[in-house]
């Protein structure tokens, strides 16, 4: 009865879960999604501080960056560490320098991934102040990020840093990011749609304070996501999220008080509305 975003996600995707939105264990409730061409509406109760990915620090905007950019390892639901755009790694014995193999795989707009976007995007976080706000303590011990060739990256860290393979940082594509990290601080060239990355979906849509809308990416390494479109709907608050939810405006709200889901328990206007067979 209770479900996180990332069980939702695990169920509809092995995709979707390589970039889940955890909810922590709020109440969800959630219609269920129709196949083929399908749209999954999700309610906002926060804004989208930016989709720049430097400098998103808002948990909505993170959790749609999730969606969007891959990160060179992931946590899974175990807890263990799980190959992202890294396919594979190792530890120098002394800890300090790790390697890691780039798996063969592209960006949206089928330009190949290489670890000179990897290196490219840490750099630009230990070294440019504006790129700093949303992962700058992720890379604090960091001493060097290198890309040996396109396939094998380096990075050397200042002491032993056991954290290292559960750093949440979105990898940026280097040809699309060269001339835009100039203008960080400005929104000139830092929300171009479509947004270029390398996750299960590419943001296509964006209305500041009302939506963001994001479209199947089809180049995604492991695999097309079932879901065409996601589009995250703001509301103010729960409760008005649920009023859209009871409208068909949306087809999942998150973050539910436990008299809000339950006061959706046998509500008949969830089975009504468009059709849908809605469910909780």
Known sequence: RWVSFRTWAGRASAALLAAALAAGGAGVAQAAPTQGGSTLRVALTQDIDSLNPFVAVFLSSTQIMRLTYENLTMVGPDNAVQPGLAESWEASPDGLTWTFHIRDAQWSDGAPITARDVAFTYTQI???????????????????????????????????????????????????????????????????????????????????????????????????????????????????????????????????????????????????????????
Request: hydrophobic content about 35%; glycine content about 8%.
């Open 126 to 280: 230990m070294t440019n102040p504006a790129a700093q706000d949303a992962n700058g303590s992720a890379v604090a011990n960091f001493a060097s990020v290198t890309a040996v060739d396109d396939r094998t990256l380096q990075i050397t860290t200042k002491r032993p840093q056991a954290s290292l393979l559960a750093t949440d940082v979105p990898i940026v594509p280097e040809h699309v990011w060269s001339s835009r990290v100039r203008q960080m601080g400005t929104a000139t060239g830092a929300e171009e749609l479509p947004v270029v990355g390398s996750g299960p979906y590419v943001i296509t849509g964006y209305q500041e304070g009302q939506s963001v809308t994001l479209s199947a990416n089809d180049r995604f390494w492991r695999g097309r996501p079932p879901l065409d479109t996601l589009q995250f709907v703001r509301y103010e608050n729960a409760d008005a999220a649920v009023q859209g939810l009871l409208k068909g405006d949306v087809d999942l709200v998150r973050d539910l008080t436990p008299a809000q889901y339950d006061s959706l328990d046998g509500n008949e206007a969830i089975g009504r509305n468009e059709g849908r067979n809605r469910r909780y």
